[in-house]
């Protein structure tokens, strides 16, 4: 089961900015908005690997991935 990890936006862009207008933004939606209970017979993680990623089930893992360059700049 896979579920859209990111979703986006247009703000609003008025005519007095200062600064450049950003026309997408994006933000994380966590899986578990998309599951409404918890199925019998989930596959699971090791312990090992559940500890890593942070949860028990894949079907809740969602990955962190950074938006800023290694400068620290956006």
Excluded at 3 to 19: H, K, R, T
Excluded at 33 to 39: A, Y
């Amino acid at each position: 089961m896979k579920f859209p990890q990111q979703g986006e936006y247009a703000p609003f862009v008025g005519p007095f900015d200062p600064c450049p207008p950003v026309l997408c933004k994006t933000y994380v939606l966590p899986p578990n908005l998309f599951i409404q209970f918890q199925p019998p017979g989930l596959p699971q993680f090791s312990p090992d690997e559940a500890l890593t990623k942070g949860t028990l089930w894949p079907m809740l893992y969602s990955p962190y991935e950074p938006r800023r360059n290694q400068g620290g700049g956006e």
